[in-house]
């Protein structure tokens, strides 16, 4: 629980102020949402954040591009099966590729695009019933925190977004000049942590 349970939520929520960075159009929207929910609020509690649709479909456009672990947990096949006319036998290791499913076309409209309106009009969801999108897993044993996780998401980031407003280091970087690198190994961490500037917001 503490491994799996912070990191996790941890690399999303800077995933997440990445593309809000890189996205500025996204990011105002975010904060004129945010602000006008809280609006005269000092104290945010869990309730008002049920809410932030917006933000909530740019927590799902995260972990569809940015799942904290993109190949989710080993397998292993207990009774022998075929997929796509493949043999699987018994006890052999099975590895999903969660991302690539997040990303196929097939499945996902200019798929590599941040894009959290694209969860307007759709009704997908990572909840272990679309597998085109399993950030969490599925089936018995997908992640038992996946409640916890969202709410400490989203609660972190709207507060973020409301108290402050972010800027980068640099006047002179631009948004596309983030790094988006990932470090290698099981968990899809940034390798260059963001490096942002937060200003008091002062009007609530
Ligand atoms: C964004 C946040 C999180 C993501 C993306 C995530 C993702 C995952 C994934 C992909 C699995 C493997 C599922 C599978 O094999 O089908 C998993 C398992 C697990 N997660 Fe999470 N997790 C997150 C947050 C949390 C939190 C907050 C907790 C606990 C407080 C937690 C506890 C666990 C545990 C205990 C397991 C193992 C379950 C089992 O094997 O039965 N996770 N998680």
Not at 179 to 184: G, P, R
């Amino acid at each position: 629980m503490f491994s799996g349970g912070t990191d996790t939520s941890a690399m999303t929520i800077e995933w997440a102020m990445t593309k809000l960075m890189r996205n500025p159009n996204v990011m105002e929207k975010a904060q004129k949402e945010v602000r006008e929910a809280f609006k005269g609020k000092n104290k945010i509690t869990e309730g008002d954040l049920q809410d932030l649709v917006y933000l909530k479909y740019i927590i799902k456009e995260t972990l569809r591009l940015h799942p904290p672990a993109p190949l989710l947990l080993p397998r292993e096949c207990r009774e022998h099966c075929q997929i796509d006319g493949y043999d699987i036998p018994v006890k052999t290791k099975v590895i999903v590729n969660a991302f690539a499913c997040a990303v196929d076309p097939e499945y996902w409209h200019d798929a590599e695009s941040f894009k959290p309106e694209r969860f307007d009009s759709s009704s997908v969801d990572f909840m272990g019933t679309n597998f085109e999108f399993v950030p969490f897993g599925s089936g018995r044993r997908m992640c038992p925190g996946i409640n916890f996780a969202l709410i400490s998401i989203e609660s972190a980031l709207a507060q973020m977004l409301y108290y402050f407003n972010w800027q980068l280091p640099s006047s002179k970087s631009s948004p596309t000049s983030i790094d988006m690198t990932e470090s290698d190994g099981g968990t899809a961490v940034k390798k260059i942590p963001l490096l942002v500037t937060p200003t008091l917001y002062s009007s609530f």
